[in-house]
Nanobody, 116 residues
């Protein structure tokens, strides 16, 4: 199982980023997938999840209305569109196979820094 995140970077408050996660080594379309983040000095925080078909999406209250999760099952990609970014969104973002609190594989993460 391989999950490789990309798309992180440094943006100013109010800016946008689109994170991507390339999945391989398993049947991507048969798993719920989540985005999880970890800020410096804090524990992991579930951010968003999507079901196998992509028809159901879930968000933490802290990102609801600003982030959008989506997936491309034909090409084994997961995405997270992040708009109106805030300094408190600064974290290492991971894609993780599974539902909230049921992850079994994580990627290496991509850093998102929101700062003026």
């Amino acid at each position: 199982v391989h999950l490789v995140e990309s798309g992180g970077g440094m943006v100013q408050p109010g800016g946008s980023l689109r994170l991507s996660c390339a999945a391989s080594g398993f049947t991507f379309s048969t798993y719920d997938i989540s985005w999880v983040r970890q800020a410096p000095g804090k524990g992991p925080e579930w951010v968003s999840g999507i079901n196998t078909g992509g028809g159901s999406t879930y968000y933490a209250d802290s990102v609801k209305g600003r982030f959008t999760i989506s997936r491309d099952n034909a090409n084994n990609w997961l995405y997270l569109q992040m708009n109106n970014l805030k300094p408190e969104d600064t974290a290492l973002y991971y894609c993780a196979r599974g539902r909230i609190a049921e992850y079994d594989y994580w990627g290496q993460g991509t850093q998102v820094t929101v700062s003026s």
